[in-house]
């Protein structure tokens, strides 16, 4: 059982940047791939950023060029780093592992799916102003 648990959530203002952290602990040599999700009010959940221990990245169209993703294995810890934030990048964002995953290609993340990933986070917020 793997356990994650994300921080490093706030209120900004547009243009300004944050960086989550998820932190990883129990079995988490099946922590093959980790992502980032978000879920605004009324939307569904949706897939921002992952990053696989062969080095593959992807980023959602929506925040290539402004999020990076990273993962330090020696702390089992994964990063966002979120710059140029929007107020359309307001949501609860959760990480997740996966054992296995496709869709990486090109830093690019095609077709994000939750169904993907074994373990979840409990969230944290972000809130952008204008």
């Known amino acids: 059982q793997v356990q994650l648990g994300e921080s490093g959530g706030g209120s900004v203002q547009a243009g300004g940047s944050l960086r989550l952290s998820c932190a990883a602990s129990?079995?988490?040599?099946?922590?093959?791939?980790m992502a980032w999700f978000r879920q605004a009010p009324g939307k569904e959940r949706e897939g921002v950023a992952a990053?696989?221990?062969?080095?593959?990245?992807g980023y959602a169209d929506s925040v290539k060029g402004r999020f990076t993703i990273s993962h330090d294995n020696a702390k089992n810890t994964l990063y966002l780093q979120m710059n140029s934030l929007k107020p359309e990048d307001t949501a609860m964002y959760y990480c997740?592992?996966?054992?296995?995953?496709?869709?990486?290609?090109?830093?690019?993340?095609?077709?994000?799916?939750?169904?993907?990933?074994?373990?979840w986070g409990q969230g944290t917020q972000v809130t952008v102003s204008s």
């Open positions: 129990g079995y988490t040599d099946s922590n093959y791939y």
């Open positions: 990053v696989g221990r062969d080095g593959a990245i």
């Open positions: 997740a592992s996966a054992s296995r995953l496709r869709g990486l290609y090109g830093d690019r993340w095609y077709s994000p799916r939750l169904a993907d990933f074994d373990n």
